[in-house]
């Protein structure tokens, strides 16, 4: 078996100190209970969006990680879009928070 490593792209990399910060903010609105604005949510739902689609191409081109890997980003990918689309009942910051730490455990993987 061999393993492949792939420097991460400084884009990739912007992408992911972008996340984190976002990421955090959110927590801690959401720990003060101070409320997060729709407009807030909206966007860190985008961006958690580009930001997990850019890893699913990484993932893609290292054969030695799980193919659950590719498959649990789009279902919760799946469901952040109905989430906010209101097609399903879930609250679309409690389906990013389940995928911003799928997404950091990723990032272990491919970084």
């Given at each position: 078996?061999?393993?492949?490593?792939?420097?991460?792209?400084?884009?990739l990399?912007?992408?992911?100190?972008?996340?984190?910060?976002?990421?955090?903010?959110?927590?801690?609105?959401?720990?003060?209970?101070?409320?997060?604005?729709?407009?807030?949510?909206?966007?860190?739902?985008?961006?958690?969006?580009?930001?997990?689609?850019?890893?699913?191409?990484?993932?893609?081109?290292?054969?030695?990680?799980?193919?659950?890997?590719?498959e649990?980003?789009?279902?919760?990918?799946?469901?952040?879009?109905?989430?906010?689309?209101?097609?399903?009942?879930?609250?679309?910051?409690?389906?990013?928070?389940?995928?911003?730490?799928?997404?950091?455990?990723?990032?272990?993987?491919?970084?």
């Open positions: 078996m061999s393993i492949t490593l792939l420097r991460p792209s400084p884009s990399l912007v992408l992911s100190a972008a996340f984190h910060t976002l990421a955090r903010g959110v927590v801690e609105l959401r720990a003060q209970d101070l409320g997060i604005a729709d407009d807030l949510i909206d966007a860190y739902a985008g961006f958690v969006e580009v930001y997990a689609h850019a890893l699913l191409d990484r993932v893609a081109a290292m054969p030695e990680t799980s193919e659950a890997w590719p649990i980003l789009e279902h919760l990918l799946r469901r952040l879009r109905q989430a906010r689309t209101e097609s399903v009942l879930l609250e679309p910051i409690d389906v990013m928070e389940q995928l911003a730490a799928r997404i950091q455990h990723l990032e272990e993987i491919v970084l």
